[in-house]
């Protein structure tokens, strides 16, 4: 599975017109819904903020992973957007984001949906593609990073996982 498989361009937001993170997460969840990708958005919505109330998927440096299994997502998919004044997702680093990727995956698709995450993961660990997904101006740019991670790192990743939850490591 490649990042380009589950991000395509009409999936990406040059910028996020929200500032707060609940309106970030409804507007990605309302692009999600408008893509045809979900049924039911207030049920996705309400997933990610429960999600969300565990811990923050603000990861630090910047980025942002919410992510849910919900029966309302139709398929495994990606939305990426970006925030230019950054947004405060609770991280914790306690720095504004500025790089969201919201996964959502229909209920039973598990080990799919933890590789995207250890995809998103490994990207983002590169400070390369992290600058020039920043520095990009257009969807066109964001895609052409995606498409050469894709070519870097075709196989899959993986992630360890405690009680059906990603473990995220410092350094990892």
Do not use: W
Not at 19 to 30: L, P, Q
Not at 75 to 100: N, T, W
Request: with cysteine.
């Amino acid at each position: 599975m490649l990042l380009t498989d589950l991000i395509k361009e009409d999936r990406v937001i040059l910028n996020l017109i929200s500032v707060r993170k609940k309106d970030v997460i409804k507007e990605m969840a309302e692009h999600f819904h408008k893509l045809g990708l979900l049924e039911d958005v207030n049920a996705f919505i309400n997933k990610i903020l429960e999600r969300e109330s565990i811990e923050s998927t603000g990861i630090g440096e910047g980025v942002a992973i919410p992510h849910a299994r919900c029966d309302s997502v139709k398929e495994l998919s990606v939305v990426f957007a970006r925030s230019e004044q950054g947004v405060d997702f609770e991280s914790m680093d306690g720095k504004p984001v500025h790089l969201i990727f919201m996964i959502g995956a229909p209920q039973d698709v598990k080990k799919e949906y933890l590789q995207t995450i250890a995809k998103i993961a490994r990207l983002l660990k590169t400070r390369n593609y992290k600058e020039e997904l920043l520095k990009a101006r257009t969807v066109k740019e964001i895609m052409k990073v995606f498409n050469a991670f894709d070519d870097r790192f075709p196989k899959e990743m993986t992630v360890k996982t405690k009680n059906g939850r990603v473990i995220h490591q410092k350094g990892d």
